[in-house]
């Protein structure tokens, strides 16, 4: 048995074009896909999301859509990954706007700011590793600046290949 139809019977737009495409193998031609890429946008799992997007691009803390990390940037990057799991890339207005904004915070050496209350000699690679997360899921693995923090992630691995949550600079 396969699950396939079942969870055709959802209503949420988005769910049912991840199934005919990724389950499915329909092309983005077939006509229930460009029906549903119409529909999707409405999709609650996405409006709801929407309406909560700051106008610089950003998400704050919003619970009811299960935005709980500490901070704006790791919040923004969540919803991106959200909204790039659905199917949503950088062609979308929404997507552009969060991208551009996790930018703008990134640090001259690639990396993404700690949040405020971390000591500023820790360095903590999940703060560059998570945006980067995000990022991707959009579309932007292979923009520049993502491959400068990639850089960044890279030279602060640890001699086993492991990344740390937290560890003090070497200074």
Not at 40 to 63: F, H, T, Y
Not at 134 to 148: I, S
Request: aromatic fraction near 8%; glycine fraction near 6%.
């Amino acid at each position: 048995m396969t699950w396939a139809p079942l969870l055709l019977t959802s209503p949420s737009p988005c769910l049912r074009m991840l199934v005919l495409q990724q389950l499915l193998d329909r092309p983005e031609d077939d006509e229930e896909v460009i029906e549903l890429a119409k529909l999707r946008g409405n999709d609650p799992l996405v409006s709801d999301l929407l309406k909560l997007q700051a106008p610089d691009g950003s998400w704050k803390i919003a619970d009811p859509v299960g935005l709980t990390l500490r901070t704006t940037l790791l919040n923004t990057a969540q919803a991106l990954a959200r909204l790039g799991y659905l199917g949503f890339d950088k062609t979308f207005p929404a997507v552009r706007k969060g991208a551009e904004y996790i930018f703008s915070l990134q640090e001259p050496d690639g990396s993404w700011p700690a949040p405020n209350d971390i000591d500023k000699n820790v360095i903590t690679p999940l703060q560059t590793a998570l945006p980067l997360r995000g990022l991707a899921l959009c579309g932007y693995a292979a923009d520049p600046r993502a491959e400068k923090a990639y850089d960044w992630l890279l030279s602060h691995r640890l001699q086993d290949g492991a990344w740390p949550t937290r560890i003090t600079a070497k200074g």
